[in-house]
Nanobody, 115 residues
């Protein structure tokens, strides 16, 4: 059974930076998508950043130029570097890794940005 373990969340002032990490416990082969999503209180979960087929990246408009997703399919790890954080980035961040059959989710890590 595969589990995704996230780390790196916390409290930071506006303008600050954080780096989120997500590692799979157990092996995932044939990864197609590695992604980060977030959910703020009272809002729907939204995709923040995504890597498709190990090369193509997509970002939500709200984070373009500030967030960078990187990943290593062979090592089953994915990172999210966040700079110039804003209070509206406050949310629980979830990593998601998909292979040809399954979609795995982490337990979430809280990111809080104070103004």
């Amino acid at each position: 059974q595969v589990q995704l373990v996230e780390s790196g969340g916390g409290l930071v002032q506006a303008g600050g930076s954080l780096r989120l990490s997500c590692a799979a416990v157990g092996s995932i082969s044939s990864i197609s998508i590695m992604a980060w999503h977030r959910q703020a209180p009272g809002k729907q979960r939204e995709m923040v950043a995504r890597i498709t087929s190990g090369t193509s990246t997509n970002y939500a408009d709200s984070v373009k130029g500030r967030f960078t997703i990187t990943g290593d399919n062979a090592k089953n790890v994915v990172y999210l570097q966040m700079i110039n954080l804003k209070p509206e980035d406050t949310a629980v961040y979830y990593c998601n890794i998909q292979d040809t059959m399954w979609s795995y989710w982490g337990q979430g890590t809280q990111v809080t940005v104070s103004s």
